[in-house]
């Protein structure tokens, strides 16, 4: 993935593609395929209820849109770009709404999905909770 998938100018014009049911359709039927063997990770706002709604692990990952828009800002300055703290944050919740209020696969919680609260937790911190909850589920011991 490349740093241009996480600039202003795409996040704009996500809505109107992430609302259209033929290209879900499309990307729901190729995300399955790729996963279709099993021993995938795959991170989307609809993964979990939609496309694998019967995966053995279901991590909700959530951050307030503030820690959110911090985190954006820090990425895309470390990789050069120029960062807009309020315009971010903005856009983070017009997404928040949109994927939320959209028809077809709207961001939700799984009910049987555990939910993470990353809010101040370090990447590593996240890392460590969901490998040890993978673990658990495969019955592995520490």
């Known amino acids: 993935m490349s740093d241009a998938i996480r600039t202003a100018e ?55 849109a503030g820690e959110r828009a911090r985190r954006r800002v820090a990425e895309m300055q470390r990789s050069g770009l120029e960062a807009d703290y309020p315009e971010i944050l903005a856009a983070i919740e017009r997404r928040d709404h949109d994927d939320t209020h959209r028809e077809f696969g709207p961001l939700r919680r799984a009910e ?8 101040g937790l370090s990447i590593e911190e996240q890392v460590e909770m969901i490998y040890r909850k993978a673990r658990e589920i495969l019955g592995l011991k520490d």
Not at 38 to 63: H, N, Q, S
Not at 112 to 119: E, G, M, N, P
């Open 10 to 64: 795409v996040t704009d014009h996500i809505k109107p593609i992430a609302s259209n049911p033929g290209v879900r359709e499309a990307l729901v039927a190729q995300q399955r395929r790729m996963g279709a063997s099993g021993g995938v990770v795959m991170d989307g706002r609809d993964i979990t209820t939609v496309v694998f709604p019967d995966a053995e692990l279901k991590i909700f990952m959530e951050a307030s």
């Open 112 to 119: 049987d999905a555990l939910s993470i609260d990353t809010t």
